[in-house]
């Protein structure tokens, strides 16, 4: 159904026949997908189409009842997801961001992203761990690429909504993962915190790989590379923004459903 468009070699994540089903009912329905490396998706589909159960399925918090979802290590190695745990999978480089912002509201920004690259080395590590200058330089690039250098050292739980999430984006980013899943960045943003949150992704292009699961259909628009329409567990389209947002079968169940939704 969908041909891998990328050579093998420039693969990071290939899930070819994925089905899971909760009761019978099957949330993710033979499912077919390819991430490149560097490339920056996006997933779209209405309510219920499988999105946050299909990044479940790569994580290792769920598992599938078919089918194979492989990491592509730069070795030439692949692994197979679906038999590790989830910290396993995470220690692999696949970081996910939950659509809750969970920063530390009482350490300073700066402090939450010294915490965050200090997980990789163990708690008795971190607890005596002196900061080298190199781990101050990660710490000042990545507060640039967030653009909350001017905040580093106010407490976490002064920013706002959308300042909250950019520092946990920017923690999983001191953890330098190979691949990034955000599940709807930006919900219950501001319009400028929204753009801005699509400039930031688009500012990581090339430097992970990145799913960006959402159903705001103008903040695709803004970070659109290839997007994948996902209705009923399975992928409906894939392709440019403007192939996808043309295509009928989207308009009928998901533009058609969005304007429905809008005049309820
Ligand atoms: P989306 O993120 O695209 O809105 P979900 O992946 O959350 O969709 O859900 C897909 C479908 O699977 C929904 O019908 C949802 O009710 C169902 N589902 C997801 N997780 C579970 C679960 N743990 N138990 C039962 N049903 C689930
Ligand atoms: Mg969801």
């Not at 918090?61 to 078919?66: A, M, V």
């Not at 590790?84 to 961001?97: A, M, T």
């Not at 943003?189 to 753009?195: A, F, K, L, N, Y």
């Amino acid at each position: 159904m969908n041909p891998p468009v990328y050579r093998d070699t420039d693969l990071v994540l290939s899930a070819e026949s994925v089905t899971k089903s909760f009761d019978g009912f099957k949330a993710i329905n033979d499912l077919n997908f390819y991430l490149g490396e560097g490339e920056l998706r996006t997933v779209i589909g209405p309510n219920g189409a499988g999105k946050s159960t299909f990044m479940d399925l790569i994580t290792g918090r769920t598992r599938p009842d078919e089918g194979t979802i492989v990491m592509h290590q730069a070795d030439g190695h692949d692994i197979d997801l679906t038999r590790l745990q989830e910290y396993q999978v995470n220690r692999l480089g696949i970081s996910r961001k939950f659509q809750t912002p969970s920063v530390y509201g009482n350490h300073t920004v700066f402090d939450n992203l010294l915490l965050s690259l200090n997980r990789s080395r163990g708690v008795m590590k971190s607890l005596f761990y002196k900061m080298t200058a190199g781990d101050r330089e990660e710490i000042e690039e990545v507060l640039e690429t967030i653009r909350l250098a001017d905040r580093k050292d106010d407490e976490a739980g002064f920013l706002s909504h959308g300042q909250k999430q950019w520092l946990e984006i920017g923690m999983l980013l001191a953890q330098k993962p190979r691949i990034l899943l955000v599940d709807e960045p930006a919900a219950g943003m501001s319009d400028e915190e929204t753009e801005r949150t699509g400039e930031l992704l688009l500012s990581l292009e090339g430097k992970q790989s990145i799913v960006v699961v959402e159903h705001d259909m103008e903040f695709i628009r803004q970070i659109a590379r290839r997007v994948t329409v996902l209705h009923q567990g399975h992928v409906l389209k894939e392709g440019s923004f403007e192939s996808v947002s043309k295509d009928p079968k989207v308009i009928e169940v998901y533009l058609g459903r969005q304007k429905h939704d809008d005049a309820a």
